[in-house]
């Protein structure tokens, strides 16, 4: 009992420990540029119960990060006189001119999921490799800083994240225990997942795909009763699927609406469909036509809005090189550089007890593994690379196998404990130090291996510049009594309620003279704002050294008149 009690207070500490180096950074990180866009989109839900700025993202993540600023007086300004979203959600930061307060309870909105992801990462690592491996399943978890960067923007990335490792979890539940109460629960998680972010309906089939066929090839012996039991399934399965349904519609508010209206579509503008497989291209082209009712029409635009960026292919940076599409390993590099080395060899050790686990036919232990590899296989096929925050459940999954792999090193035969857990206690060590040392700025957070100048392996989709050096540069110049700036930065903020002197924004190709501040998204692919200029296009810098580097994203220049 008092064993029990120790660890949770162990637990409950490092959790708390999270959450108030997650909330220290919220006054010295600019807002990150997706910030206004789920801003106007959750406040939009909450005070009018529409769903039209941007629907490209399901409502739950922007829900939670709306309502903390709608409980505190902040609404929509008239929509007629703000063009987008950007706009809409930069008004409703600089409401009541409190830009900081506003961005900061936005972003207290995230924080319950990072609760509720330690909560859950203790609950099924402790089932199935005690309270040790638990206890530093949460540690490790909890001090990545890439977990920490996203608990602590207004982001839908950590929320989906959450609620895609929650479903996962009820999935094992359910094929441990096959009942109407645990598939009543798989349901719950599955709808909430798909309600975070459209990467649910990739990743989660993938990843039960793998963990149903596990328990399969672990159990094939008894395969006399594996019809039977699939028969007995199929009710459950229908009631998850059944909750997961209403769960979803239920998130936009169990609307109905008209194709032409809703969509803002209609036969003389209509959008060739190009990107969709020929029978759904000609269905989506009668639907509009015939002007259909159909269920949740914010929910279809967001999915025809994701098919369609996929298969675009956009652009991604990777290893000093831009290419539309990206690359297949895209995820698997990102991985191996933003997450601290001594995690990764902990989860390598957790992959080699997994196979050890897996030829005994156990089949439970080895679900976490599982479902992250098959996530990652099937992020291979996809065309659309902006960063690894699309991945985060990943982090969830392998904590649980890092810690399974501490465990292993812990519980080694006595001829080799000394060695294996003082090599434990050395990881442990490392992975708190390499998370301490990240402190302030866990967006721009790289280990060892992506060398000096990390912007040569990940500069966009927020692994490094997001935008959240502003704040600072802006307290950099005002110390300096600089009164004019020339600025290249990849923001979407109101740059006049940011701080900042009298500025002007660098144009392509223009060289100028005097202060000027470049971030390293603008430098190395030329986006600048809302803007994207020709690559190249500031390269004329390079002749100069910077004066000053502001945190890990922005340069400042003083070039006299020439």
Same mark, same amino acid.
């Given at each position: 009992?008092?064993?029990?009690?120790?660890?949770?207070?162990?637990?409950?500490?490092?959790?708390?420990?999270?959450?108030?180096?997650?909330?220290?950074?919220?006054?010295?990180?600019?807002?990150?540029?997706?910030?206004?866009?789920?801003?106007?989109?959750?406040?939009?839900?909450?005070?009018?119960?529409?769903?039209?700025?941007?629907?490209?993202?399901?409502?739950?993540?922007?829900?939670?990060?709306?309502?903390?600023?709608?409980?505190?007086?902040?609404?929509?300004?008239?929509?007629?006189?703000?063009?987008?979203?950007?706009?809409?959600?930069?008004?409703?930061?600089?409401?009541?001119?409190?830009?900081?307060?506003?961005?900061?309870?936005?972003?207290?909105?995230?924080?319950?999921?990072?609760?509720?992801?330690?909560?859950?990462?203790?609950?099924?690592?402790?089932?199935?490799?005690?309270?040790?491996?638990?206890?530093?399943?949460?540690?490790?978890?909890?001090?990545?800083?890439?977990?920490?960067?996203?608990?602590?923007?207004?982001?839908?990335?950590?929320?989906?994240?959450?609620?895609?490792?929650?479903?996962?979890?009820?999935?094992?539940?359910?094929?441990?225990?096959?009942?109407?109460?645990?598939?009543?629960?798989?349901?719950?998680?599955?709808?909430?997942?798909?309600?975070?972010?459209?990467?649910?309906?990739?990743? +989660? =089939?993938?990843? !039960? %795909? /793998?963990?149903?066929?596990?328990?399969?090839?672990?159990?094939? $012996?008894?395969?006399? @009763?594996? &019809?039977?039991?699939?028969?007995?399934? +199929? =009710?459950?399965? !229908? %009631? /998850?699927?059944?909750?997961?349904?209403?769960?979803?519609?239920? $998130?936009?508010?169990? @609307?109905? &609406?008209?194709?032409?209206?809703?969509?803002?579509?209609?036969?003389?503008?209509?959008?060739?469909?190009?990107?969709?497989?020929?029978?759904?291209?000609?269905?989506?082209?009668?639907?509009?036509?015939?002007?259909?009712?159909?269920?949740?029409?914010?929910?279809?635009?967001?999915?025809?809005?994701?098919?369609?960026?996929?298969?675009?292919?956009?652009?991604?940076?990777?290893?000093?090189?831009?290419?539309?599409?990206?690359?297949?390993?895209?995820?698997?590099?990102?991985?191996?550089?933003?997450?601290?080395?001594?995690?990764?060899?902990?989860?390598?050790?957790?992959?080699?007890?997994?196979?050890?686990?897996?030829?005994?036919?156990?089949?439970?232990?080895?679900?976490?593994?599982?479902?992250?590899?098959?996530?990652?296989?099937?992020?291979?096929?996809?065309?659309?690379?902006?960063?690894?925050?699309?991945?985060?459940?990943?982090?969830?999954?392998?904590?649980?196998?890092?810690?399974?792999?501490?465990?292993?090193?812990?519980?080694?035969?006595?001829?080799?404990?000394?060695?294996?857990?003082?090599?434990?206690?050395?990881?442990?060590?490392?992975?708190?130090?390499?998370?301490?040392?990240?402190?302030?700025?866990?967006?721009?957070?790289?280990?060892?291996?992506?060398?000096?100048?990390?912007?040569?392996?990940?500069?966009?989709?927020?692994?490094?510049?997001?935008?959240?050096?502003?704040?600072?540069?802006?307290?950099?110049?005002?110390?300096?009594?600089?009164?004019?700036?020339?600025?290249?930065?990849?923001?979407?903020?109101?740059?006049?309620?940011?701080?900042?002197?009298?500025?002007?924004?660098?144009?392509?190709?223009?060289?100028?003279?005097?202060?000027?501040?470049?971030?390293?998204?603008?430098?190395?692919?030329?986006?600048?704002?809302?803007?994207?200029?020709?690559?190249?296009?500031?390269?004329?810098?390079?002749?100069?050294?910077?004066?000053?580097?502001?945190?890990?994203?922005?340069?400042?220049?003083?070039?006299?008149?020439?």
């Amino acid at each position: 009992m008092h064993r029990k009690l120790w660890v949770i207070v162990a637990v409950a500490l490092l959790a708390l420990t999270a959450a108030v180096r997650v909330i220290l950074t919220y006054h010295d990180t600019a807002q990150a540029f997706d910030e206004p866009a789920h801003i106007a989109a959750g406040l939009e839900w909450i005070q009018q119960g529409t769903y039209r700025l941007d629907p490209l993202h399901p409502p739950l993540s922007r829900i939670a990060i709306g309502l903390p600023l709608y409980l505190s007086g902040a609404h929509l300004p008239d929509l007629a006189s703000h063009p987008d979203f950007w706009t809409v959600g930069n008004a409703i930061l600089n409401h009541g001119d409190q830009y900081v307060r506003n961005l900061t309870l936005a972003r207290c909105g995230i924080l319950p999921f990072l609760i509720l992801a330690i909560i859950l990462v203790f609950l099924w690592t402790r089932h199935n490799f005690g309270d040790l491996a638990a206890l530093m399943a949460v540690f490790l978890f909890s001090t990545l800083p890439t977990v920490l960067a996203f608990s602590g923007l207004a982001y839908t990335d950590f929320p989906a994240a959450c609620m895609q490792f929650t479903a996962i979890v009820a999935l094992a539940k359910w094929m441990e225990n096959p009942s109407r109460r645990t598939a009543a629960w798989l349901g719950v998680a599955l709808g909430l997942a798909v309600l975070t972010k459209f990467t649910t309906l990739l990743f +989660l =089939p993938a990843a !039960a %795909l /793998a963990m149903l066929l596990c328990k399969w090839l672990s159990e094939r $012996g008894g395969n006399k @009763s594996t &019809g039977r039991s699939l028969t007995r399934s +199929l =009710p459950d399965l !229908a %009631l /998850a699927a059944v909750i997961a349904v209403l769960i979803l519609w239920g $998130g936009y508010r169990f @609307s109905v &609406g008209r194709i032409q209206e809703s969509m803002q579509l209609s036969p003389q503008a209509m959008p060739s469909f190009e990107h969709f497989p020929s029978p759904l291209r000609s269905i989506a082209q009668k639907a509009v036509l015939a002007n259909a009712a159909v269920p949740a029409p914010a929910l279809l635009q967001g999915l025809a809005e994701s098919w369609v960026l996929n298969k675009s292919a956009p652009p991604a940076y990777l290893l000093g090189t831009i290419k539309n599409g990206g690359w297949w390993y895209f995820f698997f590099v990102a991985l191996g550089v933003k997450l601290p080395l001594p995690f990764l060899i902990l989860v390598l050790f957790g992959l080699v007890a997994s196979v050890q686990v897996a030829l005994r036919r156990q089949w439970q232990p080895i679900l976490p593994a599982v479902a992250a590899l098959a996530i990652l296989a099937v992020t291979t096929q996809v065309n659309c690379y902006y960063g690894v925050r699309h991945i985060l459940v990943v982090f969830l999954l392998l904590a649980v196998v890092a810690a399974s792999g501490a465990a292993w090193l812990w519980n080694r035969e006595r001829r080799a404990r000394f060695f294996t857990r003082a090599l434990l206690f050395g990881l442990l060590l490392w992975q708190g130090v390499a998370s301490f040392n990240a402190r302030g700025d866990y967006i721009a957070y790289f280990n060892q291996l992506a060398g000096h100048n990390p912007s040569q392996v990940l500069v966009a989709g927020c692994d490094l510049d997001c935008g959240q050096d502003l704040l600072r540069l802006s307290q950099w110049l005002r110390q300096r009594n600089i009164s004019h700036v020339s600025l290249a930065v990849w923001s979407s903020a109101d740059l006049s309620g940011t701080g900042l002197p009298d500025f002007e924004i660098l144009q392509p190709f223009h060289p100028a003279t005097g202060w000027i501040a470049v971030s390293l998204r603008s430098e190395l692919l030329g986006d600048v704002l809302h803007k994207t200029y020709t690559q190249g296009a500031l390269s004329w810098l390079d002749r100069y050294r910077p004066a000053a580097q502001i945190g890990k994203t922005i340069r400042v220049y003083y070039i006299g008149e020439q």
